[in-house]
């Protein structure tokens, strides 16, 4: 089961964003710098960070239960 701190669609439209803004079409030709660095490198380090907060609201809200049960059982015996 799924907390409902996130509705179930938040996530998965969340996800679907996601993995459009991965491919930066507009950022392959421009070669201006953006604190030093290529404005494409500085994008892909702020999806990095936007991929691993979404992972972290995927694992604390849509991990199924039962297997975090199964896991601590196991742990047990």
Known sequence: MMK????????YAALFILYLLHNDLWFWNDPSLVLGLPVGLLYHIGFCVAASVMMMLL??????????????EERKS
């Not at 409902?4 to 996530?11: A, D, E, S, V, Y």
């Not at 694992?59 to 601590?72: D, F, K, M, S």
């Open 4 to 11: 409902k701190t996130f509705p179930r669609w938040t996530l």
């Open 59 to 72: 694992v604390n809200n849509a991990w199924p239960r039962h297997l975090q049960a199964q896991g601590q």
